[in-house]
């Protein structure tokens, strides 16, 4: 009679996926979900060619033909609404953390919190053409100069000034991996609607939840998606302004 055989199987447990049970946890599942991955992704290797081609283009594109007479315009209102320079420059977090001056058309009076307070709704500080112009985005035009000198790109994570990247990385987890691409004039998070003041820090964390998306993910295809949505959004706020049809 022959032996019983005997089969021996180890059962290998596979490890139990906990389900976050509260939006920030939810939130913080994603970035270490995004941290595990996110440098795995390599774009195609002419990736960085076209966008810098597609970038001075583009730049030169709108400043030659839409800056050239809008500039003077936009700094006669400056100047009548209130006292100080047409241009507002701000030190900002680059590329590797490198700070560099990033240029917009000066939005509010002359103040000493313009560098470490961020702007909020019905803020004071604001002048009238000002405020149509945060509105209309118009304000962030000059940083078409920002993307031909090569401090910026038109489509990256938006750079923050000084102050709040030293606050940020101090409290947000992964938040310096946003500065391992250029910072753009627009991006993911600006057309998922995380737009001007950040107020509470679920807010900010999606924001940088979707830098990181970007950046696992980028593509010409994603750049120009972001480019059109982007300009769609500003053509419906500037007509939704222009015809008092709707707040921004």
Same mark, same amino acid.
């Given at each position: ?12 447990r ?10 920030m ?10 941290n595990?991955?996110y ?29 050239s007479?809008l500039?003077?315009i ?6 009548l609404s209130s ?6 420059i701000q ?21 000493d ?34 993307? =031909?000198?090569? +401090?910026m790109?038109?489509?990256?994570? @938006?750079?923050?000034? #000084? ?5 940020y %990385?101090?409290c ?35 924001? =940088?939840?979707? +830098? ?5 993910? @980028?593509?010409?295809? #994603? ?5 059109? %949505? ?19």
């Amino acid at each position: 009679m022959k032996d019983q055989a005997t089969l021996e199987i180890t059962l290998e447990r596979s490890p139990v996926q906990i389900l976050p049970q509260s939006d920030m946890a939810s939130i913080r599942y994603l970035f270490h979900e995004m941290n595990q991955q996110y440098l795995d992704h390599e774009p195609a290797t002419y990736y960085y060619t076209v966008k810098r081609v597609m970038d001075v283009v583009i730049s030169t594109a709108f400043i030659v033909l839409v800056m050239s007479w809008l500039t003077p315009i936009i700094a006669l209102l400056i100047k009548l609404s209130s006292k100080g320079p047409v241009f507002f420059i701000q030190k900002r977090t680059g590329y590797m953390g490198v700070e560099f001056n990033c240029f917009k058309f000066r939005t509010m009076y002359i103040n000493d919190e313009a560098d470490i307070k961020q702007v909020s709704i019905n803020d004071k500080r604001i002048t009238t053409i000002g405020k149509f112009l945060r509105i209309t985005h118009l304000d962030e035009t000059p940083q078409f100069f920002n993307v =031909i000198i090569g +401090d910026m790109s038109v489509i990256g994570p @938006r750079p923050h000034m #000084l102050f709040h990247t030293r606050h940020y %990385s101090e409290c947000i987890p992964y938040y310096n991996l946003r500065h391992e691409v250029k910072p753009g004039m627009t991006g993911m998070a600006q057309i998922k609607d995380y737009i001007g003041e950040i107020s509470v820090e679920r807010e900010l964390r999606k924001r =940088i939840q979707w +830098d990181i998306y970007y950046m696992k993910n @980028r593509s010409i295809r #994603l750049d120009i998606n972001i480019l059109l %949505s982007t300009a769609g959004c500003v053509f419906k706020k500037a007509y939704r302004l222009i015809s008092g049809k709707g707040k921004n």
